[in-house]
């Protein structure tokens, strides 16, 4: 337990170190924990929508940060160029955000074909039903992501590393409000980047 506790602290300060230097990216990721944690809360009672809301909200602005925001040059602090830290990311890199992305935006685009998604679904009787099975879709998918990159990385690296990422995106949500609660008045100061990231570095 003891090895898997430090594996998680391990993983969560290399993604935050070189992922999250950007503020606005910060900000972006509270938004999205919020969103996440409301999605999680939901999942119990009405699952589709909680996916519509992790999707659409949390999921969006989460990767917004990434895509437009954060620093894609050489990383001074790590002494690292964006190519290695895209090379060494445990989890999902940009490459594979935007296949994951790309999915996403396509997979319901069968409901166009049969609105029924070829049996698994009830005939829908207005548009509230289609939007629900979008959500279906994209609760599936989200497990299948998540599923899909942690057997990954019990191949390419080890069973413990693809069990501590999977329990580090999991938790997330609850970690990101911990870090980033105060880059929205960071933000309103002025400041577009977290220079405390060096100061923690070294």
Known sequence: ?????????????DDHRYYHHSRIN???????????????????????????IGWLVAMTSRQAGHLFFEPKGYDEVNQATHEHKEEIKVGYNLQ????????????PLPLCLDPT???????????????????????VLAGAGLLFRTVQLF?????????VWAAKILTDPFHDIKL???????????????????????
């Open 26 to 52: 910060q900000a972006l990721h509270l938004v999205s924990a919020v969103s996440f944690l409301v999605a999680y809360a939901m999942a119990f009672t009405d699952p589709a929508v909680a996916a519509l």
């Open 96 to 107: 594979r955000k935007v296949v994951l992305l790309a999915i996403w935006a396509l997979s």
């Open 117 to 139: 998604f070829f049996g698994l679904f009830a005939q829908p009787q207005g548009p509230g039903d289609i939007v629900r099975h979008v959500g279906m879709i994209w609760l």
């Open 180 to 202: 980033y609660h105060r880059a929205p008045l960071y933000l309103l100061q002025g400041e577009l980047i977290d220079r405390g990231v060096a100061h923690r570095h070294h």
């Open 1 to 13: 337990m003891n090895s898997f506790l430090e594996a998680l602290r391990v993983q969560r300060w």
């Open 155 to 163: 191949v390419v690296r080890d069973v413990q590393t693809g069990l």
